[in-house]
């Protein structure tokens, strides 16, 4: 299976509410990031955890790391209409990168 | 943040003819191109490396003959996807590397071939 499975696959939720999703991923890492993607576009870089962090904050981003589960949550908060997109996990070395499955997150307005 | 363009972003083509996509990096120089192939409500599979001056490196189960990569400038790579067929429809997207190792994304190609 691939490096960076996130779960849920797809999540619908209330305008306001906070939007949780969960990366998990196989082998040793430097760092972990999450990717944004509206429908049929390219990638917007959201935010990137170091291997030796374990939360970092960006706005209404919350980022976890746990390095003993090798596992990652990305929190959003009051959630927004526009934050309805496509949410990916990356690992990667020397800057390539594999992305896991993806999660749809819909947020009704 | 810097700016990573792709051209065109939709191209249909007739099967068997040979599409070409140019990812640029508008505001600084990368070395260091990627390509990858997305798949409808799937994830993003890379398909290949692209070095300025030298050969791309291909992914296992890429056909470099298929898919030709040329990276002849530091902001400039092209992604030539040879002799098309309808199975090679798909988003195309590329990123490049900084020189201080940040990656951007270009907005994607969406290829369908009849």
């Known amino acids: 299976s691939q490096q960076g499975e996130e779960d849920p696959q797809a999540l619908s939720i209330q305008e306001g509410e906070n939007a949780t999703m969960n990366c998990s991923y196989k082998?040793?890492?430097?760092?972990l990031q999450w990717y944004r993607q509206n429908s049929g576009r390219g990638l917007v870089h959201l935010i990137l955890?170091?291997?030796?962090?374990r939360e970092k904050h960006s706005g209404r981003l919350r980022v976890t790391l746990d390095t003993s589960k090798k596992s990652s949550s990305l929190l959003i908060t009051a959630s927004r209409a526009a934050d309805t997109a496509s949410y990916f996990c990356?690992?990667?070395?020397?800057?390539?990168?594999?992305f896991g499955k993806g999660i749809t997150l819909s947020v009704r307005p | 943040g810097a700016v990573v363009s792709q051209h065109p972003s939709r191209v249909i083509c007739k099967s068997g003819t040979s599409v070409k996509i140019e990812c640029r990096s508008l505001d600084f120089q990368a070395t260091t191109m990627f390509w990858y192939r997305q798949f409808p409500k799937q994830s993003l599979m890379l398909m290949a490396t692209?070095?300025?001056?030298?050969?791309?490196?291909?992914e296992q189960g890429v056909e470099k003959d298929k898919f030709l990569i040329n990276h002849a400038s530091l902001t400039l790579s092209t992604l030539t996807v040879t002799s098309a067929h309808p199975e090679d429809s798909s988003f195309y997207i590329c990123?490049?590397?900084?020189?201080?190792?940040?990656?951007?994304f270009g907005p994607g190609t969406r290829l369908t071939v009849l």
């Open positions: 082998t040793s890492i430097n760092n």
């Open positions: 990123s490049a590397v900084s020189s201080v190792d940040e990656q951007f």
């Open positions: 692209s070095n300025e001056g030298s050969k791309a490196t291909y």
């Open positions: 990356a690992t990667g070395a020397n800057s390539k990168l594999t």
């Open positions: 955890i170091r291997s030796n962090e």
